[in-house]
């Protein structure tokens, strides 16, 4: 029974098709169905119920997913325990935002690739919703702030940000200075959402209402500088038109709570190395940008599991 064939009957039962699953190996379909077909062989028994719609596990293969899962995490364990320190080998496949990724992810991965030359890394830059482990990703990074998954959450710098208008759409309709006042106001949206703010020491959470909506940061600013509404973006995105006399920073006394900057995995007990050594190196590099809010350094055991609801986007 070869470790390869218990990998891809595994990637078959969480993707739910031979297609999907030969997608995130990077394989043709046919190599698929071949370690498939050998491994039912093997065991004497029906794994898979094949249909024209994809694969559903059969009684027997529910049972036999787990096991297949935990071997192949065992068999990474041990891989990772006898290569040379340092070394990193197989593929990554990371998912990142489109805004912040290919100008601030970009380099950082580059530079992973450049210390391991026998690691593949595979990155789909998206502003869109990513189920990471129906999509088949190692791990996710995300920015700003994050719903309640079953995702494994680890922080490696905090993001701060401002409620921001033009001054055009100031003159136009005011400038909001509490909670209350900002419900009468157009909210430039990320998607639909909730947002939060602080009153001193206690917790606001606002419903804003807003005709533009976008999962693209780049867009909300956009926006905010033709006078359609009131955004809340990160400092990085604004100060620079708020200098300009571009933007301005409304509803100063009611500050928003720092987001952040997160590595996001599938849950499971033992995160890969690399996804270890890739959350240390952003942590580096993003901590030269936020030394206050950053430790150096690397402790998994500081790891958070957010709820139970199924997967979050970022």
């Given at each position: 029974m070869e470790i390869e064939e218990l990998r891809t009957f595994v990637e078959v039962a969480d993707s739910g098709g031979i297609s999907?699953?030969?997608?995130?190996?990077?394989?043709?379909?046919s190599i698929v169905s071949r370690r498939l077909m050998r491994l039912e062989?093997?065991?004497?028994?029906?794994?898979?119920?094949?249909?024209?719609?994809?694969?559903?596990?059969?009684?027997?293969?529910?049972t036999f997913r787990d096991c297949a899962a935990q071997a192949c995490s065992s068999i990474d364990i041990a891989?990772?325990?006898?290569?040379?320190?340092?070394?990193?080998?197989?593929?990554?496949?990371?998912?990142?935002?489109?805004?912040?990724?290919?100008?601030?992810?970009?380099?950082?991965?580059?530079e992973m690739a450049r210390?391991?030359?026998?690691?593949?890394?595979?990155?789909?830059?998206?502003?869109?919703?990513?189920?990471?482990?129906?999509?088949?990703?190692?791990?996710?990074?995300?920015?700003?702030?994050?719903e309640d998954s079953n995702l494994i959450v680890r922080q490696v710098a905090p993001l701060h940000g401002k409620l921001v208008a033009s001054p055009e759409y100031i003159a136009k309709h005011g400038s909001p200075e509490t909670p209350e006042e900002l419900a009468s106001h157009e909210a430039l949206m990320l998607r639909t959402e909730s947002w939060q703010c602080m009153d001193g020491q206690k917790m606001v959470t606002l419903r804003p209402q807003g005709r533009f909506k976008s999962d693209n940061g780049n867009a909300l600013i956009a926006a905010a500088l033709a006078g359609i509404g009131i955004g809340r973006l990160p400092n990085e995105f604004v100060d620079e038109h708020i200098a300009a006399g571009r933007l301005v920073h409304v509803m100063t006394r009611f500050p928003l709570p720092p987001a952040g900057i997160y590595v996001v995995r599938p849950p499971g007990q033992h995160p890969a190395r690399k996804i270890r050594i890739l959350?240390?190196?952003?942590?580096?590099?993003?901590?030269?940008?936020?030394?206050?809010?950053?430790?150096?350094?690397?402790?998994?055991?500081?790891d958070v599991q957010f709820g139970q609801t199924s997967n979050s986007p970022g």
């Open positions: 999907a699953a030969a997608r995130r190996l990077g394989v043709s379909k062989d093997e065991l004497g028994i029906q794994l898979l119920s094949r249909n024209t719609r994809g694969a559903n596990l059969t009684e027997a293969g529910v891989k990772e325990t006898i290569l040379p320190q340092g070394e990193l080998r197989g593929r990554l496949r990371i998912a990142a935002p489109y805004v912040y990724g290919p100008t601030h992810i970009a380099p950082i991965l580059a210390r391991h030359p026998r690691l593949q890394i595979h990155t789909s830059y998206n502003d869109h919703f990513v189920d990471l482990i129906g999509e088949g990703f190692d791990c996710g990074i995300r920015f700003g702030y994050l959350t240390e190196m952003l942590i580096e590099c993003f901590g030269r940008n936020y030394p206050a809010g950053v430790r150096f350094g690397f402790d998994w055991a500081n």
